[in-house]
């Protein structure tokens, strides 16, 4: 894990942005957390431009270090994701002045003698670079900082390290991660992919609480090979799909393949704001590792497109944590688990709307 970037002694941006999607009360609890803006293999060159609870941003790299800093020149308000970079910061497509590590200024073109005063400094936000992204905290809470999510084995040897493409869904996060969660849509809705149109039943599971949100083993002869190599496993093959949940937008499922074979998939979902989500997922894997890494993110593409048909259409938009507003089956124990677990956190009326 690289270093913690510290924020800006007087950050100005840990307010609500205006035009914000979101209540104040429900922005600023999950500008306390730690969500991911960008893959850490994408900033490399030029600027890029992410969004975050509605707040435009601006990530870039200098001499080895990621500052994500909010998406204005100080000077004249130009969008700085609109420069280029020089090797020695972003540089303003409009004035020319550069940013360089910390979100400093260190040259304004026009008058090179002058001292550079704090002002023109960018505030910028604490970042980590873990798990092949780039992870964000807007507004942390000193005296209880979030821990950023844990995805299981990424680290461990053995085990090839994969960054899928982002993907962009118009829907809330909530619902996303809702959806990831739940083992009783596969026979419904992943049939291209991996599932059983025949296998429909969902054996019961138990959520079990922790710190962060819950964890869950969940066992069922649903093979995850893909359509048409569901003749690999063995018959009657006992799947462990290991399910851990860090609220509010986050989590992990590592499935157990015949064997000590083991696939991680690790779910991030990014709230750009309200009603969109752009959606970075890590894998880890200790098998197949011959296998073009370019087959592996099209395939799981195939997956989140047959998601992204049903997160996109669900009403509410937002996820109900009035557990009265929705009728509910046996097969939703971690939709209720996630439910009740971002109440606990203190999340308002924005999920209702």
Not at 307 to 313: H, K
Request: charged content about 20%.
């Amino acid at each position: 894990m690289s270093a913690i970037a510290s924020a800006h002694p007087a950050n100005p941006y840990s307010a609500l942005p205006p035009g914000s999607t979101f209540t104040e009360h429900d922005w600023r609890l999950l500008a306390r957390q730690w969500h991911p803006v960008a893959n850490s293999g994408d900033v490399t060159g030029a600027p890029l431009q992410a969004v975050l609870l509605d707040e435009a941003l601006v990530v870039y790299r200098v001499h080895g270090e990621v500052v994500v800093a909010r998406d204005v020149c100080p000077h004249r308000g130009v969008p700085l994701s609109m420069g280029s970079n020089d090797g020695e910061g972003v540089v303003c497509p409009y004035h020319g002045l550069r940013f360089g590590a910390g979100g400093r200024c260190n040259r304004i073109p026009s008058s090179p003698g002058q001292a550079i005063p704090a002002k023109l400094h960018l505030a910028t936000y604490p970042t980590v670079e873990r798990y092949g992204l780039v992870w964000v905290c807007l507004a942390p809470d000193a005296d209880n900082p979030a821990p950023l999510p844990v995805m299981p084995h990424w680290d461990q040897a053995g085990f090839q390290q994969i960054n899928c493409p982002p993907f962009d869904i118009n829907g809330f996060a909530g619902r996303q991660v809702e959806g990831f969660l739940d083992v009783a849509h596969f026979a419904w809705i992943h049939t291209g992919t991996f599932a059983d149109p025949a296998n429909q039943l969902v054996p019961d599971y138990v959520p079990v609480e922790t710190p962060t949100g819950f964890t869950v083993d969940y066992v069922s002869n649903v093979s995850n090979y893909g359509v048409g190599f569901h003749h690999l496993a063995p018959p009657d093959y006992p799947w462990l799909r290991h399910f851990e949940v860090h609220l509010p937008f986050c989590a992990s499922l590592t499935i157990h393949f015949p064997g000590d074979e083991r696939l991680v998939i690790f779910n991030c979902a990014s709230p750009v704001s309200a009603r969109r989500t752009r959606l970075f997922v890590p894998i880890a894997r200790n098998f197949n590792l011959d296998q073009p890494v370019e087959e592996v993110h099209a395939f799981n593409l195939r997956v989140f497109e047959e998601d992204r048909a049903m997160v996109e259409l669900q009403k509410p938009e937002r996820l109900p944590l009035d557990m009265t507003l929705e009728a509910h089956i046996p097969a939703d124990r971690s939709s209720i688990a996630y439910r009740r677990g971002l109440k606990k956190m203190g999340f308002g009326e924005f999920f209702l709307a």
